[in-house]
T-cell receptor, first 116, second 113 residues
């Protein structure tokens, strides 16, 4: 199992450019998440999905869009990048089972994005 | 609203010392609590998952405890090593159907050789 993978690992954009970050998981997890991590701010949830075809807003959704067309993939889009979106982006997944207690979350290695 | 706090924000200890990292949460209605480790420039690695019905979990030199009634969890690291240097985060999954983990801001640990 590869676990949670993210593409690309690094990217530099100019203000106004667009891009899509791809997250893939091979653990058949129902729930997937996109976070951003900034110095001194901790992890902040951007968007999440509780199943194929569903998405929901997290704490900081503005400027981002997401899609979950396939259960194993969760895409994060930046339509018009801004310097404030310079950050490290992490994808994560988990599956609450019938016993929610066994709900371990797994993270990808991250994408480091710089917007000039 | 559930809030998760980790104190201290940073900690330096000499190699070999036993240490305790703290995690506090304001709402005791949780399903489970997870401890993570994050190395610089890397993603989060799951260390231990404690279910709401459990009091503690152990993995190697790590032991995590959970006291729901007081809203506290501790991560105990025995015989610390320089390789333990990292940021440690805790996260709770609450029972109110929020479909997400709530994270603390982490404790940055440095173990000095």
């Amino acid at each position: 199992n590869a676990g949670v993978t993210q593409t690309p690992k690094f990217r530099v954009l100019k203000t106004g450019q667009s891009m899509t970050l791809l997250c893939a998981q091979d653990m058949n997890h129902e729930y997937m998440y996109w976070y951003r991590q900034d110095p001194g701010m901790g992890l902040r949830l951007i968007h999440y999905s509780v199943g194929e075809g569903t998405t929901a807003k997290g704490e900081v959704p503005d400027g981002y869009n997401v899609s979950r067309l396939k259960k194993q993939n969760f895409l994060l889009g930046l339509e018009s990048a801004a310097p404030s979106q310079t950050s490290v982006y992490f994808c994560a997944s988990n599956t609450p089972t019938g016993k929610v207690s066994y709900n371990e979350q797994f993270f990808g290695p991250g994408t480091r994005l710089t917007v000039l | 609203k559930q809030e998760v706090t980790q104190i201290p924000a940073a900690l330096s200890v000499p190699e070999g010392e036993n240490l305790v990292l703290n995690c506090s949460f304001t709402d005791s209605a949780i399903y489970n609590l997870q401890w993570f480790r994050q190395d610089p420039g890397k993603g989060l690695t799951s260390l231990l998952l404690i279910q709401s019905s459990q009091r503690e979990q152990t993995s190697g030199r790590l032991n995590a405890s959970l006291d729901k009634s007081s809203g506290r969890s501790t991560l105990y690291i025995a015989a610390s090593q320089p390789g333990d240097s990292a940021t440690y985060l805790c996260a709770v999954w609450i029972t109110s159907g929020t479909y997400k983990y709530i994270f603390g801001t982490g404790t940055r640990l440095k173990v000095l050789a």
